[in-house]
């Protein structure tokens, strides 16, 4: 096993044996019921072995789908005019940092479908990536926005397509990093921007056990900043730490919804505008096509399952 970010081999010990319970505010949980390891090279952290096709079979197929929207609505942290804020700054960030217009937008959604429609403006257009497949994007948007499937992009006809790409509270979801930013390159134009916002978990995880719901993958700014040096297609614009901060969150065990704070020293989001400098659209050498990582994931599937219905009786 090499460390999804930076290749290296070197592994810290199992983190599980590691999280001290002390004080904590929080309710530990293990979604996908596997270990985490920390790279002592770039100090990434990570669940081990959960495979694309796992999340693929579990997270998305069996899961997600056959949630209605008040499952939806209890797994969330904040209601939908927080998330719709989140989105209009998300925006406006972009936008900012940005030096050209930015006229054909994707954004590759995690249940927020329905909010997507906050980064439409005069003269743009807007596709969307939904991850889950029953939700649906805002009436409002609706004659406005194209819905993509992910085999989409993987057509021809997508590449170089747009000015913008938005991976917003994504990347944590996912395995192989690598290859959604080198997906990313593949879709921008030469030039364009990349906006990244995922949450600074990496001591959360490794120092009490606390991470999201199905959160696989665990960054902090240095192994963010890392990846992108790595996978070598982007210049690093702006990278900022935001909202709330992880030491008010540690004291109070509150999740406060503060978008609007701008950049704070330890601040519980990461956002980062990328520029696509230098285009690469070989994604397939960074997809994971090993044999023996398939058979894992398929004896994993039943199991996997069961912890996510096991989830769900929890929240309710």
């Known amino acids: 096993m090499r460390c999804p970010v930076c290749g290296s081999s070197q592994f810290s010990p199992r983190v599980d044996d590691l999280i001290d319970l002390d004080n904590l505010n929080f309710k530990v949980h293990s979604t996908f019921g596997v270990e985490l390891v920390k790279c002592r090279e770039c100090e990434f952290l990570f669940a081990a072995h959960v495979h694309e096709k796992t999340l693929e079979k579990c997270y998305r197929d069996l899961g997600l789908q056959a949630m209605d929207n008040a499952d939806l609505t209890a797994l969330r942290v904040y209601t939908a005019e927080e998330r719709r804020e989140i989105c209009r700054q998300q925006l406006e960030f972009l936008s900012h940092h940005a030096d050209c217009p930015l006229d054909r937008r994707l954004v590759f959604a995690m249940g927020r479908a329905d909010v997507a429609g906050e980064f439409i403006d005069e003269g743009a257009s807007l596709a969307i990536v939904e991850m889950v497949p029953s939700l649906e994007v805002d009436d409002r948007y609706a004659d406005r926005i194209t819905r993509f499937a992910e085999s989409d992009l993987n057509d021809e006809s997508s590449v170089s397509a747009f000015d913008a790409v938005a991976l917003s509270n994504v990347m944590e979801r996912l395995p192989n990093p690598k290859f959604q930013l080198r997906r990313a390159s593949r879709l921008l134009e030469e030039g364009g921007f990349l906006l990244i916002e995922l949450p600074d978990e ?34 690093v614009v702006v990278m900022n730490s935001c909202n709330q901060s992880l030491s008010d969150l540690l004291r109070t065990g509150e999740f406060k919804n503060q978008v609007r704070s701008g950049p704070v020293d330890d601040g519980r989001v990461i956002q980062a505008v990328l520029r696509n400098t230098r285009p690469n659209s070989d994604v397939m050498s960074l997809a994971n096509n090993d044999p023996e990582d398939h058979l894992y994931a398929l004896g994993m599937h039943c199991m996997l399952l069961n912890i996510h219905l096991q989830n769900l009786g929890q929240q309710g």
Do not use: C, N, Q, W
């Not at 959360?204 to 996978?231: C, M, Q």
């Open 202 to 235: 990496m001591m959360l995880a490794e120092t009490y056990g606390y991470y999201g719901i199905h959160h696989i993958s665990f960054f902090s700014p240095k192994s963010l900043r890392r990846l992108v040096e790595d996978e070598g297609s982007f210049d």
